[in-house]
């Protein structure tokens, strides 16, 4: 990387999340979430993850850490980032099913409080729809350019599909699978609560022949 990028990332980065924290082009969901996930790890990275959306797995650190380890030690690699797919949880939730006005300002304050029952959010995350994930995407190919990494291990085939299709690739989206575009290399993985070595083993082969 050129002397000099990394500053050039970090403010690219820090500009781009600002955006996202001030977006709302999915009100459903922005309206029951304190902050939305970003992007973490080295700002030059020479692999980067990426995960659908913040789910339990990605959420705990020590699965972050392993899964990094395992990617890092079987490619032979220092930097890595990880990053989602959709920045705004999507939860399932009875109490938000019945309003039909969204209105100004959050529905949940900062202990995580429902304004609309004043109870604790029972929100039941889920995963994202196609329209979030189409409204979302444009963050993370943003983060691609940026950052644009040597590797891109896209976890799960809905990461792979809708990233891959972005890049003008329409075929092929099942796992182990690599796929060239300039000079990044992208890696298609089982999900990243199934990923062990063994995964890693099978994406290392199949960027030597
Ligand atoms: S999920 Fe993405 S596109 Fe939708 S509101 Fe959140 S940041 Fe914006």
């Not at 993370?140 to 291990?153: K, S, V």
Request: proline share 4%; hydrophobic share 35%; charged share 25%.
């Amino acid at each position: 990387m050129v002397v000099g990028n990394r500053e050039q990332n970090i403010r690219r980065i820090i500009e781009m999340e600002d955006r996202i924290c001030q977006c709302e082009r999915c009100p459903s969901l922005v309206k029951c979430l304190r902050k939305p996930s970003m992007g973490k790890g080295e700002l030059d990275p020479e692999a980067l993850l990426v995960f659908e959306y913040e789910n339990i797995f990605t959420r705990d650190i020590n699965n972050i850490i392993k899964l990094r380890n395992i990617i890092k030690q079987e490619f032979e690699l220092d930097k890595i980032y990880h990053t989602f797919m959709v920045r705004c949880q999507p939860k399932a939730c009875t109490t938000r099913q019945s309003v039909n006005c969204y209105g100004q300002g959050k529905w949940i304050d900062k202990d995580y409080t429902c304004l609309l029952n004043n109870k604790a959010c029972d929100g039941i995350p889920v995963r994202p729809g196609t329209g979030e994930i189409i409204s979302c995407l444009p963050f993370l190919l943003e983060e691609i350019e940026i950052l644009h990494p040597m590797y891109l291990f896209l976890f799960g085939e809905r990461v792979a599909e809708f990233v891959l299709k972005s890049y003008g690739i329409y075929h092929g989206f099942t796992v182990n699978k690599r796929y060239q575009y300039e000079q990044m290399i992208f890696l298609t993985s089982v999900n990243e609560d199934e990923f062990r070595r063994d995964n890693c083993h099978q994406l290392v082969s199949i960027i030597s022949v």
